[in-house]
């Protein structure tokens, strides 16, 4: 699915939110990591659609699967023989 709708805005930033003053710092380990991966992938998939849900949830949905996979690719990188 393409989002549309309101923040279409290239110049939109999740950063802008009041919200973000307020930090939350959680240690997770890379199971923990491809889970949440599988689960926030699977909301993609299943997501009904603007205007049944608000376009921003599915924008920030996108970003944080690829805020996960970067994670992950990360992990693969440091730790190359992990999954061996």
């Keep these: 699915?393409?989002?549309?709708?309101s923040h279409d805005n290239p110049d939109f930033r999740w950063d802008d939110?009041?919200?973000e003053k307020y930090r939350?710092?959680?240690d997770l380990g890379i199971k923990d990591i491809r889970s949440l991966h599988g689960i926030v992938t699977?909301?993609?998939n299943?997501?009904?659609g603007y205007p049944a849900r608000p376009v921003e949830e599915q924008q920030y949905l996108f970003h944080l699967k690829?805020?996960?996979h970067a994670m992950m690719l990360d992990y693969t990188y440091v730790q190359p023989d992990a999954d061996r």
Aim: hydrophobic residues 35%.
């Design 46 to 48: 299943t997501w009904p």
């Design 66 to 68: 690829t805020q996960l």
């Design 1 to 5: 699915m393409t989002p549309t709708g």
């Design 17 to 19: 939110n009041p919200d």
């Design 42 to 44: 699977y909301a993609i």
């Design 24 to 26: 939350i710092q959680w």
